[in-house]
């Protein structure tokens, strides 16, 4: 083999040598690519759960939560409960101190109820000022009783704006009722025992009648 032959051999050995780094630094980066992407698409994922301004899991969220526990209660027979809960005169609040202010009321009522809960409950903002907690394996008194402590705790917490407001909240109770309703039916029941308590003067729990 000449010499000329031999240094084209080098060359091409060298080329390849050079093409095969390459290619093993672009995978690198490629694959480093993969893992930040796959991290902001499951950031993305877990704050298209999250309301903004609370921190709970947004009305998507809890309401998913809810038909999983109705198929798990409806295929099981098992217990299951949920209360609807909204603030009393909220629309004066904001209306007197400003949405800022409205805005505070939420955040720190939001921590109050995750504070009140069972581990196993799910409490999430339903809509504006209404929140939804989820209770499974709960009759209608276990939940009865966990709103008679929530009035109470809202109504002893103290708000600092400056001053201190007070705020009182009104809740809706409902029980599943196995074979004989869809998760819509169940949360309207609820719904309509929490327009009760507010007609009976807010600041209470009313159960949905059987």
Partial sequence: MTDKNKTENQRLVDELSQTKKELKDAMRIIKNKEIELSAVLAQAEEVSHI??????????????????????????KT??????????????????YGHTVGDQVLFQLANTLQAGIRETDMVGRYGGEEFLVVLPSSRLEDASGQATRLCQR?????????????????????????????????????????YEAKRLGRDRWYAAEE
């Fill in 154 to 194: 809202i109504r002893e917490t103290d708000i600092d704006i400056g001053k201190v407001l007070k705020i009182t909240i009104s809740i809706g109770v409902a029980d599943f009722r196995h074979g004989q309703e869809n998760w819509k039916k169940f949360l309207n029941r609820a719904d309509m025992a929490l």
């Fill in 79 to 96: 217990l299951l409960s949920i209360s609807m809960i909204d603030i009393d005169h909220f629309k004066k609040i904001n209306d007197s």
């Fill in 51 to 76: 309301d903004a301004l609370t921190f709970l899991p947004n009305r998507r969220q809890i309401v998913k939560s809810l038909q999983h526990e109705v198929i798990r209660a409806d295929r099981y």
